[in-house]
C-alpha cells in the first residue's frame, strides 16, 4: 500500500541543530522502569521503537551525579565513564535503524531525595524534599552551583562519547534543579539567581551555554520545559512567565520540549483528557522562537498530527505512551496501513512499571519490555510449529489476543464465545463514564482477526466439557474470565461476611449489566484500582446518593501508580460523593450497613438500600476442572495441551489478561514456558578493593 498524501508532511525532515531527524515522528524521554540497571532490555526496548520508523528515540531522565539521584526507580546513569558502555549500547541500537538518540540529562535537586547516595540534596532555597522522605535539602551557594555546572558539562560530554545525537537541559515536572530556579515557590534567593525571572533563569540559561559549548558541534542541544503548572499563580503559566522564559531564551537551545507539569498533568489518563490536551498550554511557543518545537498530547491520529503541525503548534510530533502501544505507529501509517495502528487507551499501566520499579508493560501491547529478555516483536511472531488445531474459549481480552497472535502464526484457530458481544470486561467497562478509549483493546482485536482466514469465530456458543471433548482440538486454551465475589472476601475481609445474602447486595457484574441499584448506595472497595471510583461516579451522575467506603487511606488508591489518584478524589468530592477511606465494612443489615475503623475497630451504621461490593473475582475455571478430572478423555480425545489463561487463570488487570493470552499463543507446542534472559551484574576483578579496618 502507498501512503495517504494528505500524511506527507509527517514525513518530512526535520533540522534540529547539527542533526537531522528523518521524519517528523519523536520519541520524547520516559521512564521504562529499566534504566541503569537492566541496559541490554532498555536498548532492545528503544531500539524497537527506532525500528518502527520514529526518527528520534530518548532515554528516560538520567542521573549526572549522585548528588542527585532516584533510587529506587530505575532511571539512566551518567555519573563517571563507567556509565558509557551501558548508554552507548542504546545509542548504537537506535542509530542502527536510522534514527537519533536523544538523552535527558537531569539534576532533579529537591525531588531526588537520594536514598541510596546519602548525599544531602541541593536546591535553590533550604526545603523539604518532596513528596514525604523526612529528609531536608539545603540551599545551594556559588560554589555548587560551580559543581553543577561542571557536573553538567562533564555528562553531556560523556553523552557526546557515547555516541547521542541529541543533548538535553531537562528543565520539567516540577523536577528538573533549572525548574525549581525559575520557580518563586522553589525559589527565595536574593543574588544574581533570585528575585526577577531574568535573574531566576540564570542558571537555565548557564546550562544551554554551557552544554553547546561542550558538544554543540556535533550533538543537538534541547530543553525540557513544563510552560505550564496549572497552579495559577502559585506556578509558571502559559499566559505569563513560562511564555517569558521561553521569550528570554528563544534562539540558544536547538530544540525546544514543552509540556505541562507535573508528571500526573503530562500524563493524564483518558478518564480526565483527550487527545491533544496540552495545545492550549504550549501552542504559543512557536510564536517566539524560530527553532523546532515538539510536545505531547496522546497522538494517535495522523489527521490530528497533521493538524498540529499545519496550524503551526507543533514542529515534531512527541509522544511517550502511544509509542509503547505501537513502536511500529510511524511506519504504519507511511506504509499506508493506519487502520492497523496499536492506539494507546490512556490507562497509564506503563506508568506502573516504573512506580513499581519493573519494566513497564502495556494494555495494547503485550510485548512491550518483553524485546529482550524473552526476545518478542511486536509486529513479528514465529510461524506454527505444527498443524495442530486450537480451541480458545471465551472472547475476552485474553481469548481475542491468543486467538490473533496464534492465527498470525498460521495455525487453525476456532474461537468460541458464550454471549453475543465480544471483548469480555473490555465491552462492559467501556461504558463507564471516561473509559470508552478501553474499547480499543477489542477494536483492534477484532480488526486483525478479521483479515487472518486462519481464525474462525463462534458467537452465543457456550461449551461444556463434553462438547470440548468431542471436538478434538490438539490444542484446547480458555479463557472464560472470572465473577466478582458476592461474600465480601477480598483483602481486608477474609471470611464471607455477615448479611452478603440480603436482597440489594450486588456486585460490578450487576452494575454492568444493566441492574439499577436502589438508593442510597454504599459502594464497598476493597479492590482499590479504578473501578470503585468510576461506578461511584456513574452512579451519582445517576441520581443517587452514593457513599464510597474503603479500608485504604484514600480513594482508589492503587491508581496512585497510574498517576490518577488525585484526579479521581477530586471528581468524587465534585459530584459530592460521601467517602470514608479508612473504614471496614462488617457487616449488611436490613437498609443498614455496619462499618468499623481499620485502626480502632469503632463502629457505625449508615442507611444502604444497595451495598456494592467490590472485592475479589473468582477465575470461572469450571470447564478448565472438569476436564482435568477425565485426563483419559483428554487422550482419547487427541487433546495434547490444556491451558487456561488471563482472568480465567488469575483475576488481574486488562494487560495481564491480553500478555496471558499473547504468551499462551507464542508457547503453543513448546515443551517448556516461562523462560527468559535476565541481565546480571558481575563482580569486578580485584574484589574486594579493598580491606575496612576491625572496630576494637
Not at 534504566?35 to 538520567?62: D, F, I, L, N, Q
Not at 470440548?468 to 475481609?493: C, K, P
Request: hydrophobic content about 40%; proline content about 6%; aromatic content about 6%.
Amino acid at each position: 500500500m502507498s501512503r495517504d498524501p494528505r500524511y506527507d508532511l509527517l514525513f518530512e525532515p526535520v533540522r534540529i541543530g547539527p542533526v537531522t531527524a528523518r521524519n517528523r515522528f519523536y520519541q520524547v524521554p520516559h521512564c521504562a522502569g529499566m534504566g541503569h540497571r537492566e541496559p541490554s532490555a532498555s536498548a532492545a526496548m528503544r531500539a524497537m521503537k527506532a525500528e518502527g520508523g520514529w526518527a528520534v528515540v530518548c532515554t528516560e531522565e538520567c542521573d549526572i551525579h549522585p548528588a542527585s539521584e532516584f533510587s529506587p526507580y530505575a532511571e539512566a546513569r551518567l555519573w563517571d565513564d563507567r556509565d558509557i558502555p551501558a548508554l552507548a549500547r542504546m545509542a548504537e541500537a537506535v542509530q542502527s535503524h536510522g534514527a537519533l538518540a536523544g538523552i535527558e540529562l537531569a539534576f532533579n535537586g529537591a525531588a531526588a531525595p537520594n536514598r541510596f547516595s546519602r548525599e544531602i540534596p541541593l536546591a535553590p532555597s533550604d526545603t523539604v524534599v518532596e513528596p514525604y522522605d523526612p529528609v531536608q535539602a539545603r540551599a545551594m551557594d556559588k560554589s555548587d552551583i560551580r559543581d553543577l555546572r561542571r557536573w553538567h558539562r562533564a555528562a553531556a560530554l560523556r553523552a557526546r562519547k557515547a555516541g547521542f545525537d541529541i543533548v538535553y537541559v531537562y528543565a520539567g515536572h516540577d523536577l528538573g534543579l533549572p525548574m525549581h530556579f525559575l520557580s518563586r515557590r522553589h525559589n527565595r534567593r536574593g543574588d544574581e539567581y533570585g528575585g526577577s525571572l531574568e535573574n531566576r533563569a540564570r542558571l537555565l540559561r548557564e546550562l544551554i551555554e554551557d552544554t553547546k559549548e561542550a558538544v554543540g558541534d556535533r550533538c543537538a542541544v534541547a530543553v525540557r520545559l513544563a510552560v505550564e503548572e496549572l497552579l495559577g499563580e502559585d506556578g509558571l503559566t502559559a499566559e505569563a512567565e513560562g511564555r517569558e522564559v521561553i521569550e528570554l531564551l528563544a534562539e540558544l537551545p536547538d530544540l525546544w520540549d514543552v509540556n505541562v507539569s507535573g508528571w500526573r498533568n503530562d500524563s493524564q489518563t483518558a478518564r480526565f483528557g483527550p487527545e491533544g490536551a496540552q495545545e492550549a498550554y504550549v501552542a504559543f511557543v512557536k510564536q517566539v522562537t524560530s527553532k523546532p518545537v515538539v510536545g505531547v498530547g496522546r497522538f494517535t491520529s495522523p489527521d490530528a498530527m497533521v493538524s498540529q503541525i499545519k496550524r503551526g503548534v507543533l514542529d515534531l510530533i512527541g509522544a511517550a505512551r502511544p509509542s509503547i502501544a505501537d513502536p511500529f505507529l510511524p511506519r504504519k501509517i507511511e506504509e499506508g496501513r493506519p487502520e492497523e495502528i496499536r492506539e494507546c487507551i490512556g490507562c497509564n499501566i506503563c506508568v506502573t512499571g516504573d512506580n513499581d520499579i519493573v519494566p513497564l508493560r502495556c494494555t495494547q501491547n503485550p510485548t512491550m519490555g518483553e524485546e529482550w529478555r524473552r526476545g518478542w516483536h511486536p509486529e513479528i511472531v514465529p510461524p506454527k510449529a505444527s498443524d495442530d488445531r486450537v480451541l480458545v474459549v471465551g472472547g475476552g481480552p485474553a481469548g481475542l489476543e491468543c486467538a490473533r497472535a496464534a492465527g498470525q502464526r498460521g495455525y487453525a484457530v476456532t474461537l468460541a464465545e458464550a454471549g453475543r458481544a465480544l471483548g469480555g470486561r473490555v465491552s462492559l467497562e467501556s461504558r463507564l463514564p471516561g473509559l470508552a478509549s478501553w474499547a480499543r483493546v477489542r477494536d483492534y482485536r477484532l480488526a486483525c482477526l478479521a483479515a487472518l482466514p486462519e481464525v474462525e469465530i463462534y458467537r452465543e456458543s457456550r461449551l461444556d466439557a463434553t462438547q470440548i471433548l468431542e471436538f478434538g482440538f490438539e490444542q484446547v486454551i480458555l479463557a472464560t474470565g472470572s465473577a466478582w465475589r458476592r461474600d465480601g472476601i477480598g483483602r481486608a475481609i477474609r471470611r464471607p461476611l455477615q448479611g452478603c445474602e440480603r436482597p440489594g447486595v450486588l456486585t460490578p457484574d450487576d452494575l454492568l449489566t444493566g441492574t439499577r441499584p436502589a438508593g442510597p448506595v454504599l459502594i464497598y472497595d476493597d479492590d482499590h484500582y479504578y473501578l470503585g471510583g468510576v461506578l461511584a461516579e456513574k452512579l451519582r451522575r445517576d441520581g443517587l446518593e452514593v457513599t464510597l467506603v474503603t479500608p485504604a487511606p484514600d480513594v482508589s488508591h492503587w491508581t496512585h501508580n497510574t498517576l490518577e489518584q488525585n484526579s479521581i478524589q477530586k471528581r468524587l468530592l465534585e459530584l459530592e460523593v460521601a467517602l470514608r477511606p479508612q473504614q471496614g465494612l462488617s457487616a449488611i443489615h436490613d437498609g443498614e450497613a455496619e462499618l468499623a475503623c481499620v485502626f480502632t475497630g469503632r463502629r457505625q451504621r449508615l442507611p444502604a438500600a444497595s451495598v456494592v461490593l467490590i472485592t475479589a473475582r473468582t477465575p470461572k475455571d469450571q470447564v478448565y476442572r472438569a476436564l482435568m478430572r477425565r485426563p483419559e478423555a483428554l487422550a482419547e480425545a487427541g487433546i495434547t495441551s490444556l491451558r487456561r489463561i488471563g482472568d480465567c487463570l488469575a483475576p488481574g488487570t486488562i494487560a495481564a489478561a491480553v500478555y496471558g493470552g499473547h504468551r499462551a499463543a507464542r508457547e503453543i507446542d513448546q515443551k517448556q514456558y516461562g523462560e527468559f534472559q535476565r541481565e546480571v551484574v558481575a563482580l569486578s576483578q580485584g574484589w574486594p578493593p579493598f580491606v575496612p579496618a576491625r572496630l576494637g
